[in-house]
């Protein structure tokens, strides 16, 4: 899981578990961005979301752009 080390090493944090009325989510931060924001899936291992947190922040590195399961996008 080198996105989550790096970004762990760069300052910032990842976090496991509830949030608000998600059962459990995984989220990361690189202290002044979110990177990610993930809804553990029915079924969904641990293992499983953290490879999936690790890819997604792969892709904000890549592009920039956060990975946002929780937040609907804004209507227009």
């Given at each position: 899981m080198?996105?989550?080390e790096a970004l762990i090493?760069?300052?910032g944090d990842i976090t496991l578990g509830r949030l608000s009325v998600i059962d459990?989510?995984?989220?990361a931060s690189t202290g002044h961005?979110?990177?990610a924001m993930l809804v553990r899936r029915d079924?969904?291992?641990l293992t499983a979301l953290l490879k999936?947190?690790?890819r997604a922040i792969g892709h904000f590195y890549d592009?920039?752009?956060p990975v946002d399961e929780i937040n609907p996008p804004a209507e227009r």
């Open positions: 080198k996105n989550i090493e760069d300052g459990c989510a995984a989220t961005n979110v990177a079924g969904e291992t999936r947190l690790d592009t920039d752009e």
